[in-house]
């Protein structure tokens, strides 16, 4: 199904400077990246060959992280790089071309839908790609028909992104913005519930393939602080092109009140003032039955 959200979202991420703009989003993801690989036994490989799906891989966040993960190890890992947006694909492609002895080839691919063989990956890891797929449950059921019998499939959600916070106080000094917002923001729960453990957990639950004994769900938080104009810019100026995701539920009027570049403004006022942000994400993992 295409909503107007995932519609946004998707020529969002196709934009021409996707790439340059997404990379600040990096110091967001790559902490829960790191403690995915950690929950999927990835941070100190043993022996054997690993072959790893880094699905939605965006600008490469998990990859960077297995190259760190598999020093001295690189004959053993083999990655392919996947994603949607061609531009995420150049990037990623680009990046990978400049680490030397790693097996890696990036790809357009749709996680809802792979042109890959089912069986295939030791790995199958999605950082943040569900919740902006039109069909999140799909991509999930697609990544586990391609992990291998045995195979781990593991996965990163926000709970609440850092900059939610900023987005609430920002719109409720908005005169005519709507208030009060829900929470969770309506678009968080348009397609999926993956921030919520238990439905999570239903959901793996309900795939036949997968192993319920080995689900695996944990909390993950982490804090940054945006010490300068540069970096509070840095966050808050790509958001432009995502608010009619955020604001998709809102009458016309409402959207007007906040046009015109004033809720981006209140946007980096509301973190100028609290310039810690907190991200919570779940981590989750499981296995396909052998
Ligand atoms: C929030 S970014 C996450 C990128 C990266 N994994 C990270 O952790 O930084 C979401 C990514 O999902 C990709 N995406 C959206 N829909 C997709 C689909 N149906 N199939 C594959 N990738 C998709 C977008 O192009 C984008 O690169």
Redesign the pocket.
């Known amino acids: 199904m295409t909503t107007k959200a ?1 519609a946004t ?2 020529k969002f ?2 934009d021409k400077n ?1 790439a340059k703009t ?1 990379s600040s ?2 110091r ?3 902490p ?2 790191r403690a995915l690989l950690l929950q999927a036994g990835l941070h100190s490989p043993g022996d054997g060959s690993y072959e790893i799906l ?9 990859t960077m992280a297995l190259i760190q993960a598999f020093k001295g190890k690189e004959e053993q890992l083999k990655v392919v790089c ?4 061609p ?2 694909v150049e990037a990623v492609k680009e990046r990978i071309s400049q680490v030397d002895g790693l097996q890696a080839e990036a790809r357009e ?6 042109e890959i063989e089912q069986n295939r990956f030791t790995h199958v890891l ?10 999140p449950l799909s ?1 999930l059921r697609e990544s586990i028909r391609v992990a291998k019998p045995g195979g781990t499939v593991g996965m ?1 959600n926000w709970i609440t992104a850092g900059w939610v916070p900023a987005f609430r106080l920002a719109v409720s000094r908005i005169p005519g913005a709507p208030s009060p917002l829900q929470d969770p923001l309506p678009f968080m729960t348009r397609t999926n519930r993956f921030f919520d453990v238990a439905w999570t957990r239903q959901q793996l639950e309900a795939i036949p393939e997968v192993d319920p004994t080995t689900i695996q769900i944990e909390e993950h938080t982490f804090v940054t602080t945006l010490k300068s104009e540069a970096e509070i810019s840095e966050l808050v100026t790509p958001m432009e092109g995502m608010l009619s995701v955020f604001t998709s539920d809102w009458s016309e009027e409402e959207q007007k009140a906040c046009g015109e570049g004033r809720l981006l403004e209140s946007i980096k006022q509301a973190v100028r003032e609290e310039p810690d942000l907190v991200w919570k994400s779940l981590i989750t993992t499981v296995r396909k039955r052998a």
């Open positions: 995932s979202l998707a991420f196709a996707i997404y989003a990096e967001a993801t790559s829960p990246a880094d699905n939605a891989c965006g600008t490469g966040v998990v996947g994603d949607f947006s531009r995420m691919l749709n996680g809802q839908a792979m999605t950082n943040f790609g569900f919740q902006s797929f039109p069909e991509g990163t």
